[in-house]
C-alpha cells in the first residue's frame, strides 16, 4: 500500500504525478487497484496550492503503508514544522517503511532527522537554503532523484514521477516500469542531471536586459565571446557593462557564456553522433578536455557518459 502524504498549499502535480505511476504500474502489473492512499493530518478536503483539493484520510489509516511519498510546494514551511506530521513520518521509517519525497518534500524528510548522514536531493533553487538548514545532509544538486538505503528523494515537480517509475522498476520490474512509462509517453530513465534546468534557463529569459543578447551569443558561440566582444555588441563600456551584466543575471559574462556553452554542447552530446572534438570546437570550447572539466562541474560526468546514458535511455 502507498502512501502520499499532502498538506495545506501542497503542490498537485507533487502527488498526483507519482499516483499516475503507481496507478497505471498497477494495471501494467494485472492488479485491479492500485492500493493507494492519500493522507494529510486531518481526515478530509486539502486545499492545494493551485485551489484544487483532494480528500485524505488521517495518519490512523496509515498501519498498511509499505511505502510513503512526501509531496512538496508552497505550504512545506508550515508542515516542516508541525511536530505531529514530523513524529508520523519518524514512525513509518522506524517500522521500515520506504520514505521518499518529491521536490520540497524533501524539507519534512530533513527536519524527521532522516536525511542526516544519507545523500538526498531536493529542487535546485532551493539548494543555497536547504545545504544551510541541513549541513548532515549529503546533498547533491544535480540529481533528479536519489536513493538512500530505504530513503528517496527527488528535484523538482517532474523529477517525483521519475522518482515513481524507479520504485515500479523495483518493485515490478524493468518491463512494467517501460510499459508504464510509454503510457505516459515519457523516458524510463531521463538522462543528464537538473543543473540543465536550473541557471541555464535563466539566462535565455526574453525579458532580461540582455535577453537578446544572450539569444545572439547562443547562435554565436564558436566566436571568442570575451566580456569586450559582448560589451561592444551591447553598446557599453567593458567595465560597465560587467558590472551591469552581474547585477542583472546574478552571474558574469564569462561564466554565463560557459553556461550557453555547456547548454549547447550537451544537446549536440547527447543528441547526435558528431564526435567529441567537432562539438568542443563548434561551441567555442576549443579543447574537448575544457569542455570535458565543464560538463563534470555542471553535470558531475563527462561527454561520453551523457552520451551513453542518453543512447540508453
Known sequence: MIG??????????????????????????????PGIRVLALKAGPVRS????????????????ITTLVVAGGAGVTDAA????????????????????????????LAEAGLLDGRRATT????????????PKVKFEPDQIFTRDGNVWTSAGISAGIDLALAMVTEDHGEEIAQQTARQLVLYHRRSGGQS????????????????????????????PLTVEDL??????SARHFARAFAAETGTTPSKAIERLRIEVARERVQ??????ELVAEA????????????????????????RRAARAG
Open 4 to 33: 502520499v502524504l499532502i498538506f495545506p498549499d501542497f503542490q498537485l502535480l507533487d502527488a498526483a504525478g507519482p499516483i499516475s505511476v503507481f496507478e497505471i504500474a498497477a494495471r501494467a502489473s494485472g492488479r485491479t487497484t
Open 283 to 306: 561551441t567555442g570550447f576549443r579543447d574537448p578536455e575544457r569542455m570535458r572539466r565543464a560538463f563534470i562541474r555542471a553535470f558531475g560526468q563527462p561527454p561520453q557518459a551523457l
Open 123 to 134: 529542487h535546485w533553487g532551493r539548494t543555497r537554503d536547504f545545504v544551510a538548514r541541513y
Open 196 to 223: 540543465q534546468f536550473s541557471s541555464l534557463l535563466e539566462l535565455k529569459t526574453p525579458n532580461g536586459r540582455f535577453g537578446a543578447l544572450l539569444s545572439w551569443a547562443r547562435e554565436n558561440l564558436d566566436a
Open 231 to 236: 560589451a561592444d555588441r551591447a553598446g557599453m
Open 49 to 64: 496550492s493551485s485551489g484544487v483539493e483532494m480528500v485524505a484520510r488521517d495518519f490512523k489509516s496509515a498501519n498498511v
Open 271 to 276: 543528441s547526435s553522433r558528431e564526435a567529441i
Open 81 to 108: 514544522r508541525c511536530p505531529a506530521t514530523l513524529a508520523f513520518v519518524q514512525r513509518l521509517a522506524k517500522r521500515g517503511v520506504r520514505v521518499a519525497s518529491v521536490c520540497s518534500g524533501a524539507y519534512v
